[in-house]
């Protein structure tokens, strides 16, 4: 990595960041506490994730509405088709474009038991692409998708998921943001197989922190992403120092940004996981400097 050629460099032509919605008050905090601190780098959308099975519902419509009232941010909230029939999804669809929401990240979902096989509800939406035409008939969102560049862990081959984004695409999503992945090579390779197969919408890298690298690796096993040796190594034996795991980690995504940046990719999107100092850091390091509001009026 190069702090100058970071330094040199365009900023990215769009980025975002997206938060979880909180389970207690003090993780309400904290959650306003990052939304303030990014407020600033008016990023192009800020996402808020659903829980498995919808479980987080309630939370991520109030989160998104208060995005919408107190702040300056254009809220992007996550959909899932999982346990829930067409009819309260449809609600939940309408409530978001009455609370003011603009944008959705339309996903399959996970079951509620993270152990049990994916199971589509019977009165339910089939599948991810019949989500987003569900979106699109209640009303005009901004539909982002995801995308596995390692492969969907229950998907049978990388070419079986570029199929599947196609199927979205055509059913009216406009970008794909990707799962987490540290070699950046298997996600430049992800985009010239997606545009190969006549698929040409951003493919926009997601950036995972790895300041609490026990859960990075939990995670990583979960979803199919791949934890490079090289990576365990950074990490070695500071299992109980986090003040060192902070600059490892803000070195990490650094590079991450960097080396995706001379692989063609000007656009981002940052898991802040609900923590905004190492985001904040690293976008300082990009060039993405704070907008003033009168300056962003102007724009």
């Not at 941010?73 to 003011?100: M, N, S």
């Amino acid at each position: 990595m190069s702090l100058k050629r970071l330094a040199d460099r365009e900023p990215p032509v769009a980025f975002s960041f997206e938060f979880f919605p909180p389970k207690s008050e003090e993780m309400e905090d904290q959650l306003w506490r990052a939304i303030r601190r990014l407020e600033p780098l008016a990023p192009t959308f800020v996402s808020v994730t659903y829980g498995a099975g919808g479980s987080t519902r309630d939370r991520t419509h109030a989160t998104v509405k208060r995005i919408v009232e107190e702040t300056r941010l254009r809220p992007a909230a996550h959909l899932t088709c999982v346990a829930a029939p067409r009819a309260d999804v449809d609600g939940v669809i309408g409530d978001y474009w009455k609370a003011g929401v603009r944008h959705i990240v339309a996903l399959r979902g996970d079951m509620p038991d993270p152990a049990a096989p994916y199971s589509a509800h019977a009165q339910g939406y089939q599948s991810t692409p019949e989500l987003i035409e569900g979106i699109r008939r209640v009303a005009p969102f901004e539909i982002s998708v995801s995308a596995y560049p390692e492969k969907h862990p229950d998907s049978s081959s990388l070419d079986v998921d570029i199929a599947l984004l196609k199927r979205k695409i055509e059913a009216g999503a406009t970008r794909a943001i990707t799962q987490f992945a540290f070699e950046c090579e298997a996600v430049a390779r992800f985009r010239d197989r997606v545009a190969r197969a006549g698929v040409f919408v951003p493919i926009v890298p997601g950036l995972m922190p790895t300041t609490n690298f026990t859960g990075v690796k939990r995670m990583a096993a979960r979803c199919g992403t791949h934890v490079p040796d090289w990576l365990v190594r950074l990490y070695d034996g500071l299992e109980n120092d986090l003040d060192s795991r902070k600059v490892v980690a803000a070195a990490v995504l650094a590079e991450q940004v960097e080396q995706l940046q001379a692989l063609g990719f000007s656009q981002f999107h940052f898991y802040t996981l609900n923590q905004a100092e190492l985001t904040y850091a690293v976008c300082r390091m990009l060039g993405i400097v704070p907008v003033a509001p009168d300056r962003e009026a102007v724009a």
